[in-house]
């Protein structure tokens, strides 16, 4: 599986993003998907994960500004982010799991994707 993050940008503090992950590879439909994302200095941290099946859950940080969805007609998942604040800004980095389950350990997923940037003035 390839995983190609876009969507990435500079927003002010309460605006909106849509990243998109455009997935390569005949087992989309059975993989569970992540977010991730690493601020300068800082470690990698879940965002939110997806299972093949559409359940999701998030890191607390994010639960109800940022929405994951996945379509998989189009062999793409979606995080959608909402409520901007400074200290979202980061590299997201999507990633896919040979799992129908997400996770929210970075250790348990198998392909990531090069990573978007999100800058989120004050």
């Known amino acids: 599986v390839q995983l190609q993050a876009s969507g990435g940008g500079l927003v002010q503090a309460g605006g909106s993003l849509r990243l998109s992950c455009a997935a390569s590879?005949?087992?989309?439909?059975?993989?569970?998907m992540g977010w991730f994302r690493q601020a300068p200095g800082k470690e990698r941290e879940f965002v939110a994960a997806?299972?093949?099946?559409?359940?999701?859950f998030y890191a607390g940080s994010v639960k109800g500004r940022f929405t994951i969805s996945r379509d998989n007609t189009k062999n793409t998942v979606f995080l959608g982010m909402s409520s901007l604040k400074p200290e979202d800004t980061a590299v997201y980095y999507c990633?896919?799991?040979?799992?129908?389950?997400?996770?929210?350990?970075?250790?348990?997923?198998?392909?990531w994707g090069q990573g978007t940037l999100v800058t989120v003035s004050s």
């Open positions: 997806i299972s093949w099946s559409g359940g999701t």
């Open positions: 590879g005949r087992t989309f439909e059975t993989s569970a």
């Open positions: 990633a896919a799991r040979q799992s129908t389950y997400g996770t929210s350990r970075a250790d348990e997923y198998d392909y």
